[in-house]
């Protein structure tokens, strides 16, 4: 199949959607399929390894300009899709696969109605909770309002939908959308994370070989609930005072975060590390931690969890939407509710237990094998090949 994928971001901007993106290309690849993205141009930045590029796909970048009030992402400009347009409807593709529901969504129905090509959407973004973060200066309810309503404006433009877990459907559900979906989780690719060396990355940072770590990988967002994780460890420190807590990422929220952690004390506790090389690094801070722990009540799905169980970490979390989906189950985490102390005494029981991390941590990579790639990618395409046949 030729698959054209559009999509309003994608690396060198990281996020779970550029990491999904990117993952279902490769899969695709591996399975002699041809793969076409279009994402914004970056700018310099954007040029190499960083680029996400994949042997054997194509990228189309298109100007792009930054958001005031997002400047991690970009806006493609209308210009650039109006001529790009027609270049697209001059050659062949079997499915349009949209990724996000801003530029790239009105490129990908435009095209579709040209084509008479189908088209699929996935629902990566919780975006009804994430609206208020991010215009602050507007009446949350409204922006909410909004939000649903947008939604299912886009859903019903395109023909399928791709939801990455159960409890998005009550959502879609709830929205009154219409279209037709299918739960296929995106899944990782579990040849990626393989390795990873934990001591050398404490050796690097100072951290003794004896001395207790946690790690999150996160988008540092006010949605993503780090300043709750801030809190957790605060609480530790206590009986821990040795304690470490690893935090990799970048985002908008990151200086009020750093600042929270100055103010709790933490200056000696916490580390923020920023975006780290996912083929090095970021294995080895994962593999530095004892314990990965994670808050947040947004996610679609949850992608770190599954990382962090096939890098054989034991996983401490709340279970809200797609966090529940990864977590049901599960042999190598524990589950605690979004409460300070009760979070905080569940990591401290871990914490005393090397025995009990030890079987978590040997339960982790089995955990992972159900969120594989290679298991998930045949629903995906069955998907495609049904919608061409019904063309």
């Not at 994430?130 to 939604?151: D, M, Q, T």
């Not at 459907?169 to 990782?188: E, N």
């Amino acid at each position: 199949m030729n698959i054209l994928m559009l999509s309003d971001v994608y690396f060198p901007r990281v996020n779970g959607v550029s990491t999904s993106i990117r993952t279902f290309a490769r899969s695709l690849l591996r399975m002699g399929h041809q793969v076409t993205l279009v994402a914004p141009d970056y700018g310099p930045s954007a040029e190499g390894a960083a680029d996400g590029a994949l042997e054997g796909m194509e990228v189309i970048r298109l100007p792009s300009r930054e958001i005031f009030f997002d400047p991690e992402d970009r806006l493609i400009r209308g210009d650039a899709i109006k001529a790009l347009l027609p270049r697209l409807a001059a050659r062949r593709w079997d499915v349009i696969h949209i990724h996000t529901p801003f530029r790239a969504h009105g490129l990908g129905v435009r095209l579709a109605e040209r084509t008479r090509v189908p088209t699929v959407e996935t629902y990566h973004t919780y975006f009804e909770e994430y609206v208020a973060h991010y215009l602050p200066w507007l009446p949350g309810g409204l922006l909410r309002f909004i939000a649903r309503r947008v939604s299912r404006q886009l859903c019903h433009g395109v023909d399928h939908l791709i939801v990455p877990s159960e409890q998005m459907t009550g959502v879609l559900a709830r929205y009154g959308i219409q279209t037709p979906w299918t739960v296929i989780p995106t899944g990782i690719d579990l040849d990626e994370f393989q390795g990873g060396d934990g001591a050398a990355f404490r050796q690097a940072n100072g951290i003794g070989l004896d001395q207790p770590v946690l790690v999150t990988v996160s988008r540092l967002a006010v949605e993503k609930n780090i300043a709750f994780l801030l809190e957790v460890a605060k609480r530790l420190v206590a009986e821990f005072p040795r304690l470490r807590f690893i935090i990799a990422g970048e985002g908008p929220d990151a200086k009020r975060l750093k600042q929270l952690s100055a103010s709790l004390g933490l200056h000696d506790t916490v580390r923020f590390h920023g975006n780290l090389d996912r083929q090095g690094a970021l294995l080895d801070a994962y593999r530095a931690g004892d314990l990965f722990v994670f808050a947040s009540p947004t996610e679609t799905q949850g992608l770190v969890l599954t990382e962090a169980m096939a890098l054989g970490v034991p996983v401490v979390s709340t279970a809200v939407m797609g966090t529940a989906t990864v977590l049901a189950g599960t042999r190598s985490a524990v589950v605690s509710p979004e409460d300070a102390g009760a979070f905080a005494e569940t990591v401290a029981g871990l914490l005393r237990s090397p025995a009990r991390r030890a079987e978590l941590a040997l339960a982790g990579p089995e955990d992972a094998r159900a969120w594989s790639t290679d298991t998930l990618m045949g629903r995906v395409v069955s998907l495609y090949q049904g919608l061409v046949d019904e063309a």
